[in-house]
Nanobody, 123 residues
C-alpha cells in the first residue's frame, strides 16, 4: 500500500503562483510514476501532469504546458507541482496519484490517491 498526502493549496490571484506537494509513504518502492489530476466543481477529473519515479521523465496536459512544472525528490518521497501564471480556470481540487506499472494520463490506471487540496484562483 502507498499513502499520499497533498499540501500547498490555497487562494491566489490570477497570474500568481502556488507549489503543491505530495508526500508518499508506505510501499514507495512499488511506484513507477506519479501524477497530478484536478477536478473542478461539476466537472470530470482531468489529467494535469505525470513524472516517472525513476529517471524523472515528465509529461503535461496542453492546458498547463509552459506554466506548470512537475518534479520529485526521491530521497523525501515527495512530488511537487509548481504552478505559475495561474488562471481562474485552474481552480479545482488537485489530487496526486501513484501508478505502480505505467506512466499515463489515464486516471483509471492509478491505484493510489491522495485526499486532494483545493486551489482557488480569483480573477
Amino acid at each position: 500500500q502507498v499513502q499520499l498526502v497533498e499540501s500547498g493549496g490555497g487562494l491566489v490571484q490570477a497570474g500568481g503562483s502556488l507549489r503543491l506537494s505530495c508526500a508518499a509513504s508506505g510501499r514507495t518502492v512499488s511506484i513507477y510514476a506519479m501524477g497530478w489530476f484536478r477536478q473542478a466543481l461539476g466537472k470530470e477529473r482531468e489529467y494535469v501532469a505525470t513524472i516517472r519515479w525513476s529517471g524523472g521523465i515528465t509529461a503535461y496536459a496542453d492546458s498547463v504546458k509552459g506554466r506548470f512544472t512537475i518534479s520529485r525528490d526521491n530521497a523525501k518521497n515527495t512530488v511537487f507541482l509548481q504552478m505559475n501564471s495561474l488562471k481562474p480556470e485552474d481552480t479545482a481540487v488537485y489530487y496526486c496519484a501513484a501508478d505502480p506499472t505505467t506512466m499515463t494520463m489515464r486516471s483509471s490506471t492509478y491505484d493510489y490517491w491522495g485526499q486532494g487540496t483545493q486551489v482557488t484562483v480569483s480573477s
